[in-house]
Structure formats: C-alpha cells, structure tokens
C-alpha cells in the first residue's frame, strides 16, 4: 500500500492540473475539448500569409460562433490555425450520431480551411469506395456513420 499512495496523490495532482486548465481530467466521460476547448491544425504556409479578417468559407461561415487564432508553427513548419467554439455546451453521443455536433462541425471546417489554403480546393473520394450497402439495420447504422465520420475527425 505505500507504493500506492504516492502514485495516487500524483493522479489526483494530475488531474487537478488539468482541470484547472480547462483539459481532460482523464476520465472517460466524453465530454472534454483539450485546453480551453482550442482546436488546432497546421497549414504549410506563411503566418503573414493567412489573414483571420478574410479566411476561406468553411471557417467564414462560423464566423460569430467561434474565436480564432493564428501563430507560427513550432520549428518554422507553416503556421498554426486555432479556433474555439464560443458558446457551445457539449454534445451528447446521440447527438453527435444524428450529425448535431457543434465541435464536430468546426473540426471539419478546420480541416478543409487547411486544404484550401494548401491546395486551393477540399479534397473528396468520389465516388464512395464502399460502394452500395444492403437496407438492412445494421447497413443503415454504417451508412449513417460513415456519413457523420468526415465531421468528426481524429480523436
């Protein structure tokens, strides 16, 4: 029991920590955005390249609904591109499944402000590659996954 208690002091010390900046408490509640809810993506050009007054429309289109941020990237590799939801309370996983997610929406907008800025246009597979799935439940359950998939993202 030694061993233990100084590891679970460090946990809750751990813990405390991150709550007091706004992060993960490392519980698996689902509901955290990271510090202060900033969402990040790195885009290969300039940062005296990418003006906040005029950005491409995916983030335009949140513009009043979200705070936006641009630095240089760490080791001279393009310029970071941050944006935080302003008034949003956390979707529930139903939610997030019938495609109603406020964060899910402005990670994909990041992420195709990122391609556009790179290569001029957002990249999409066209066709589909799975193909056509079968009416059953559990080909409309995918369908309706890999429908709300774009928007989510990488967790």
Do not use: C, F, N, Y
């Not at 080791?75 to 939801?85: I, P």
């Not at 997610?101 to 790179?118: F, I």
């Amino acid at each position: 029991m030694a061993v233990q208690a100084p590891l679970t002091r460090s946990l809750h010390a751990v813990r405390s920590v991150r709550s007091a900046a706004g992060g993960s408490t490392g519980r698996a509640s689902g509901r955290s955005r990271g510090l202060a809810g900033w969402l990040a993506v790195t885009v290969l050009r300039p940062p005296g390249e990418i003006d906040v007054e005029h950005l491409p429309a995916p983030l335009a289109s949140l513009r009043g609904r979200i705070e936006v941020s641009v630095r240089p990237a760490s080791h001279g590799r393009g310029t970071e591109l941050s944006a935080r939801l302003l008034d949003a309370p956390p979707a529930s996983r139903l939610a997030r499944l019938g495609g109603r997610d406020a964060e899910a929406d402005l990670r994909r907008a990041l992420r195709e402000t990122k391609q556009l800025l790179e290569v001029g246009e957002v990249l999409a597979v066209d066709p589909a590659p799975h193909g056509e799935r079968s009416r059953t439940p559990g080909g409309s359950l995918i369908e309706r996954w890999t429908t709300a998939a774009p928007r989510a993202g990488v967790r």
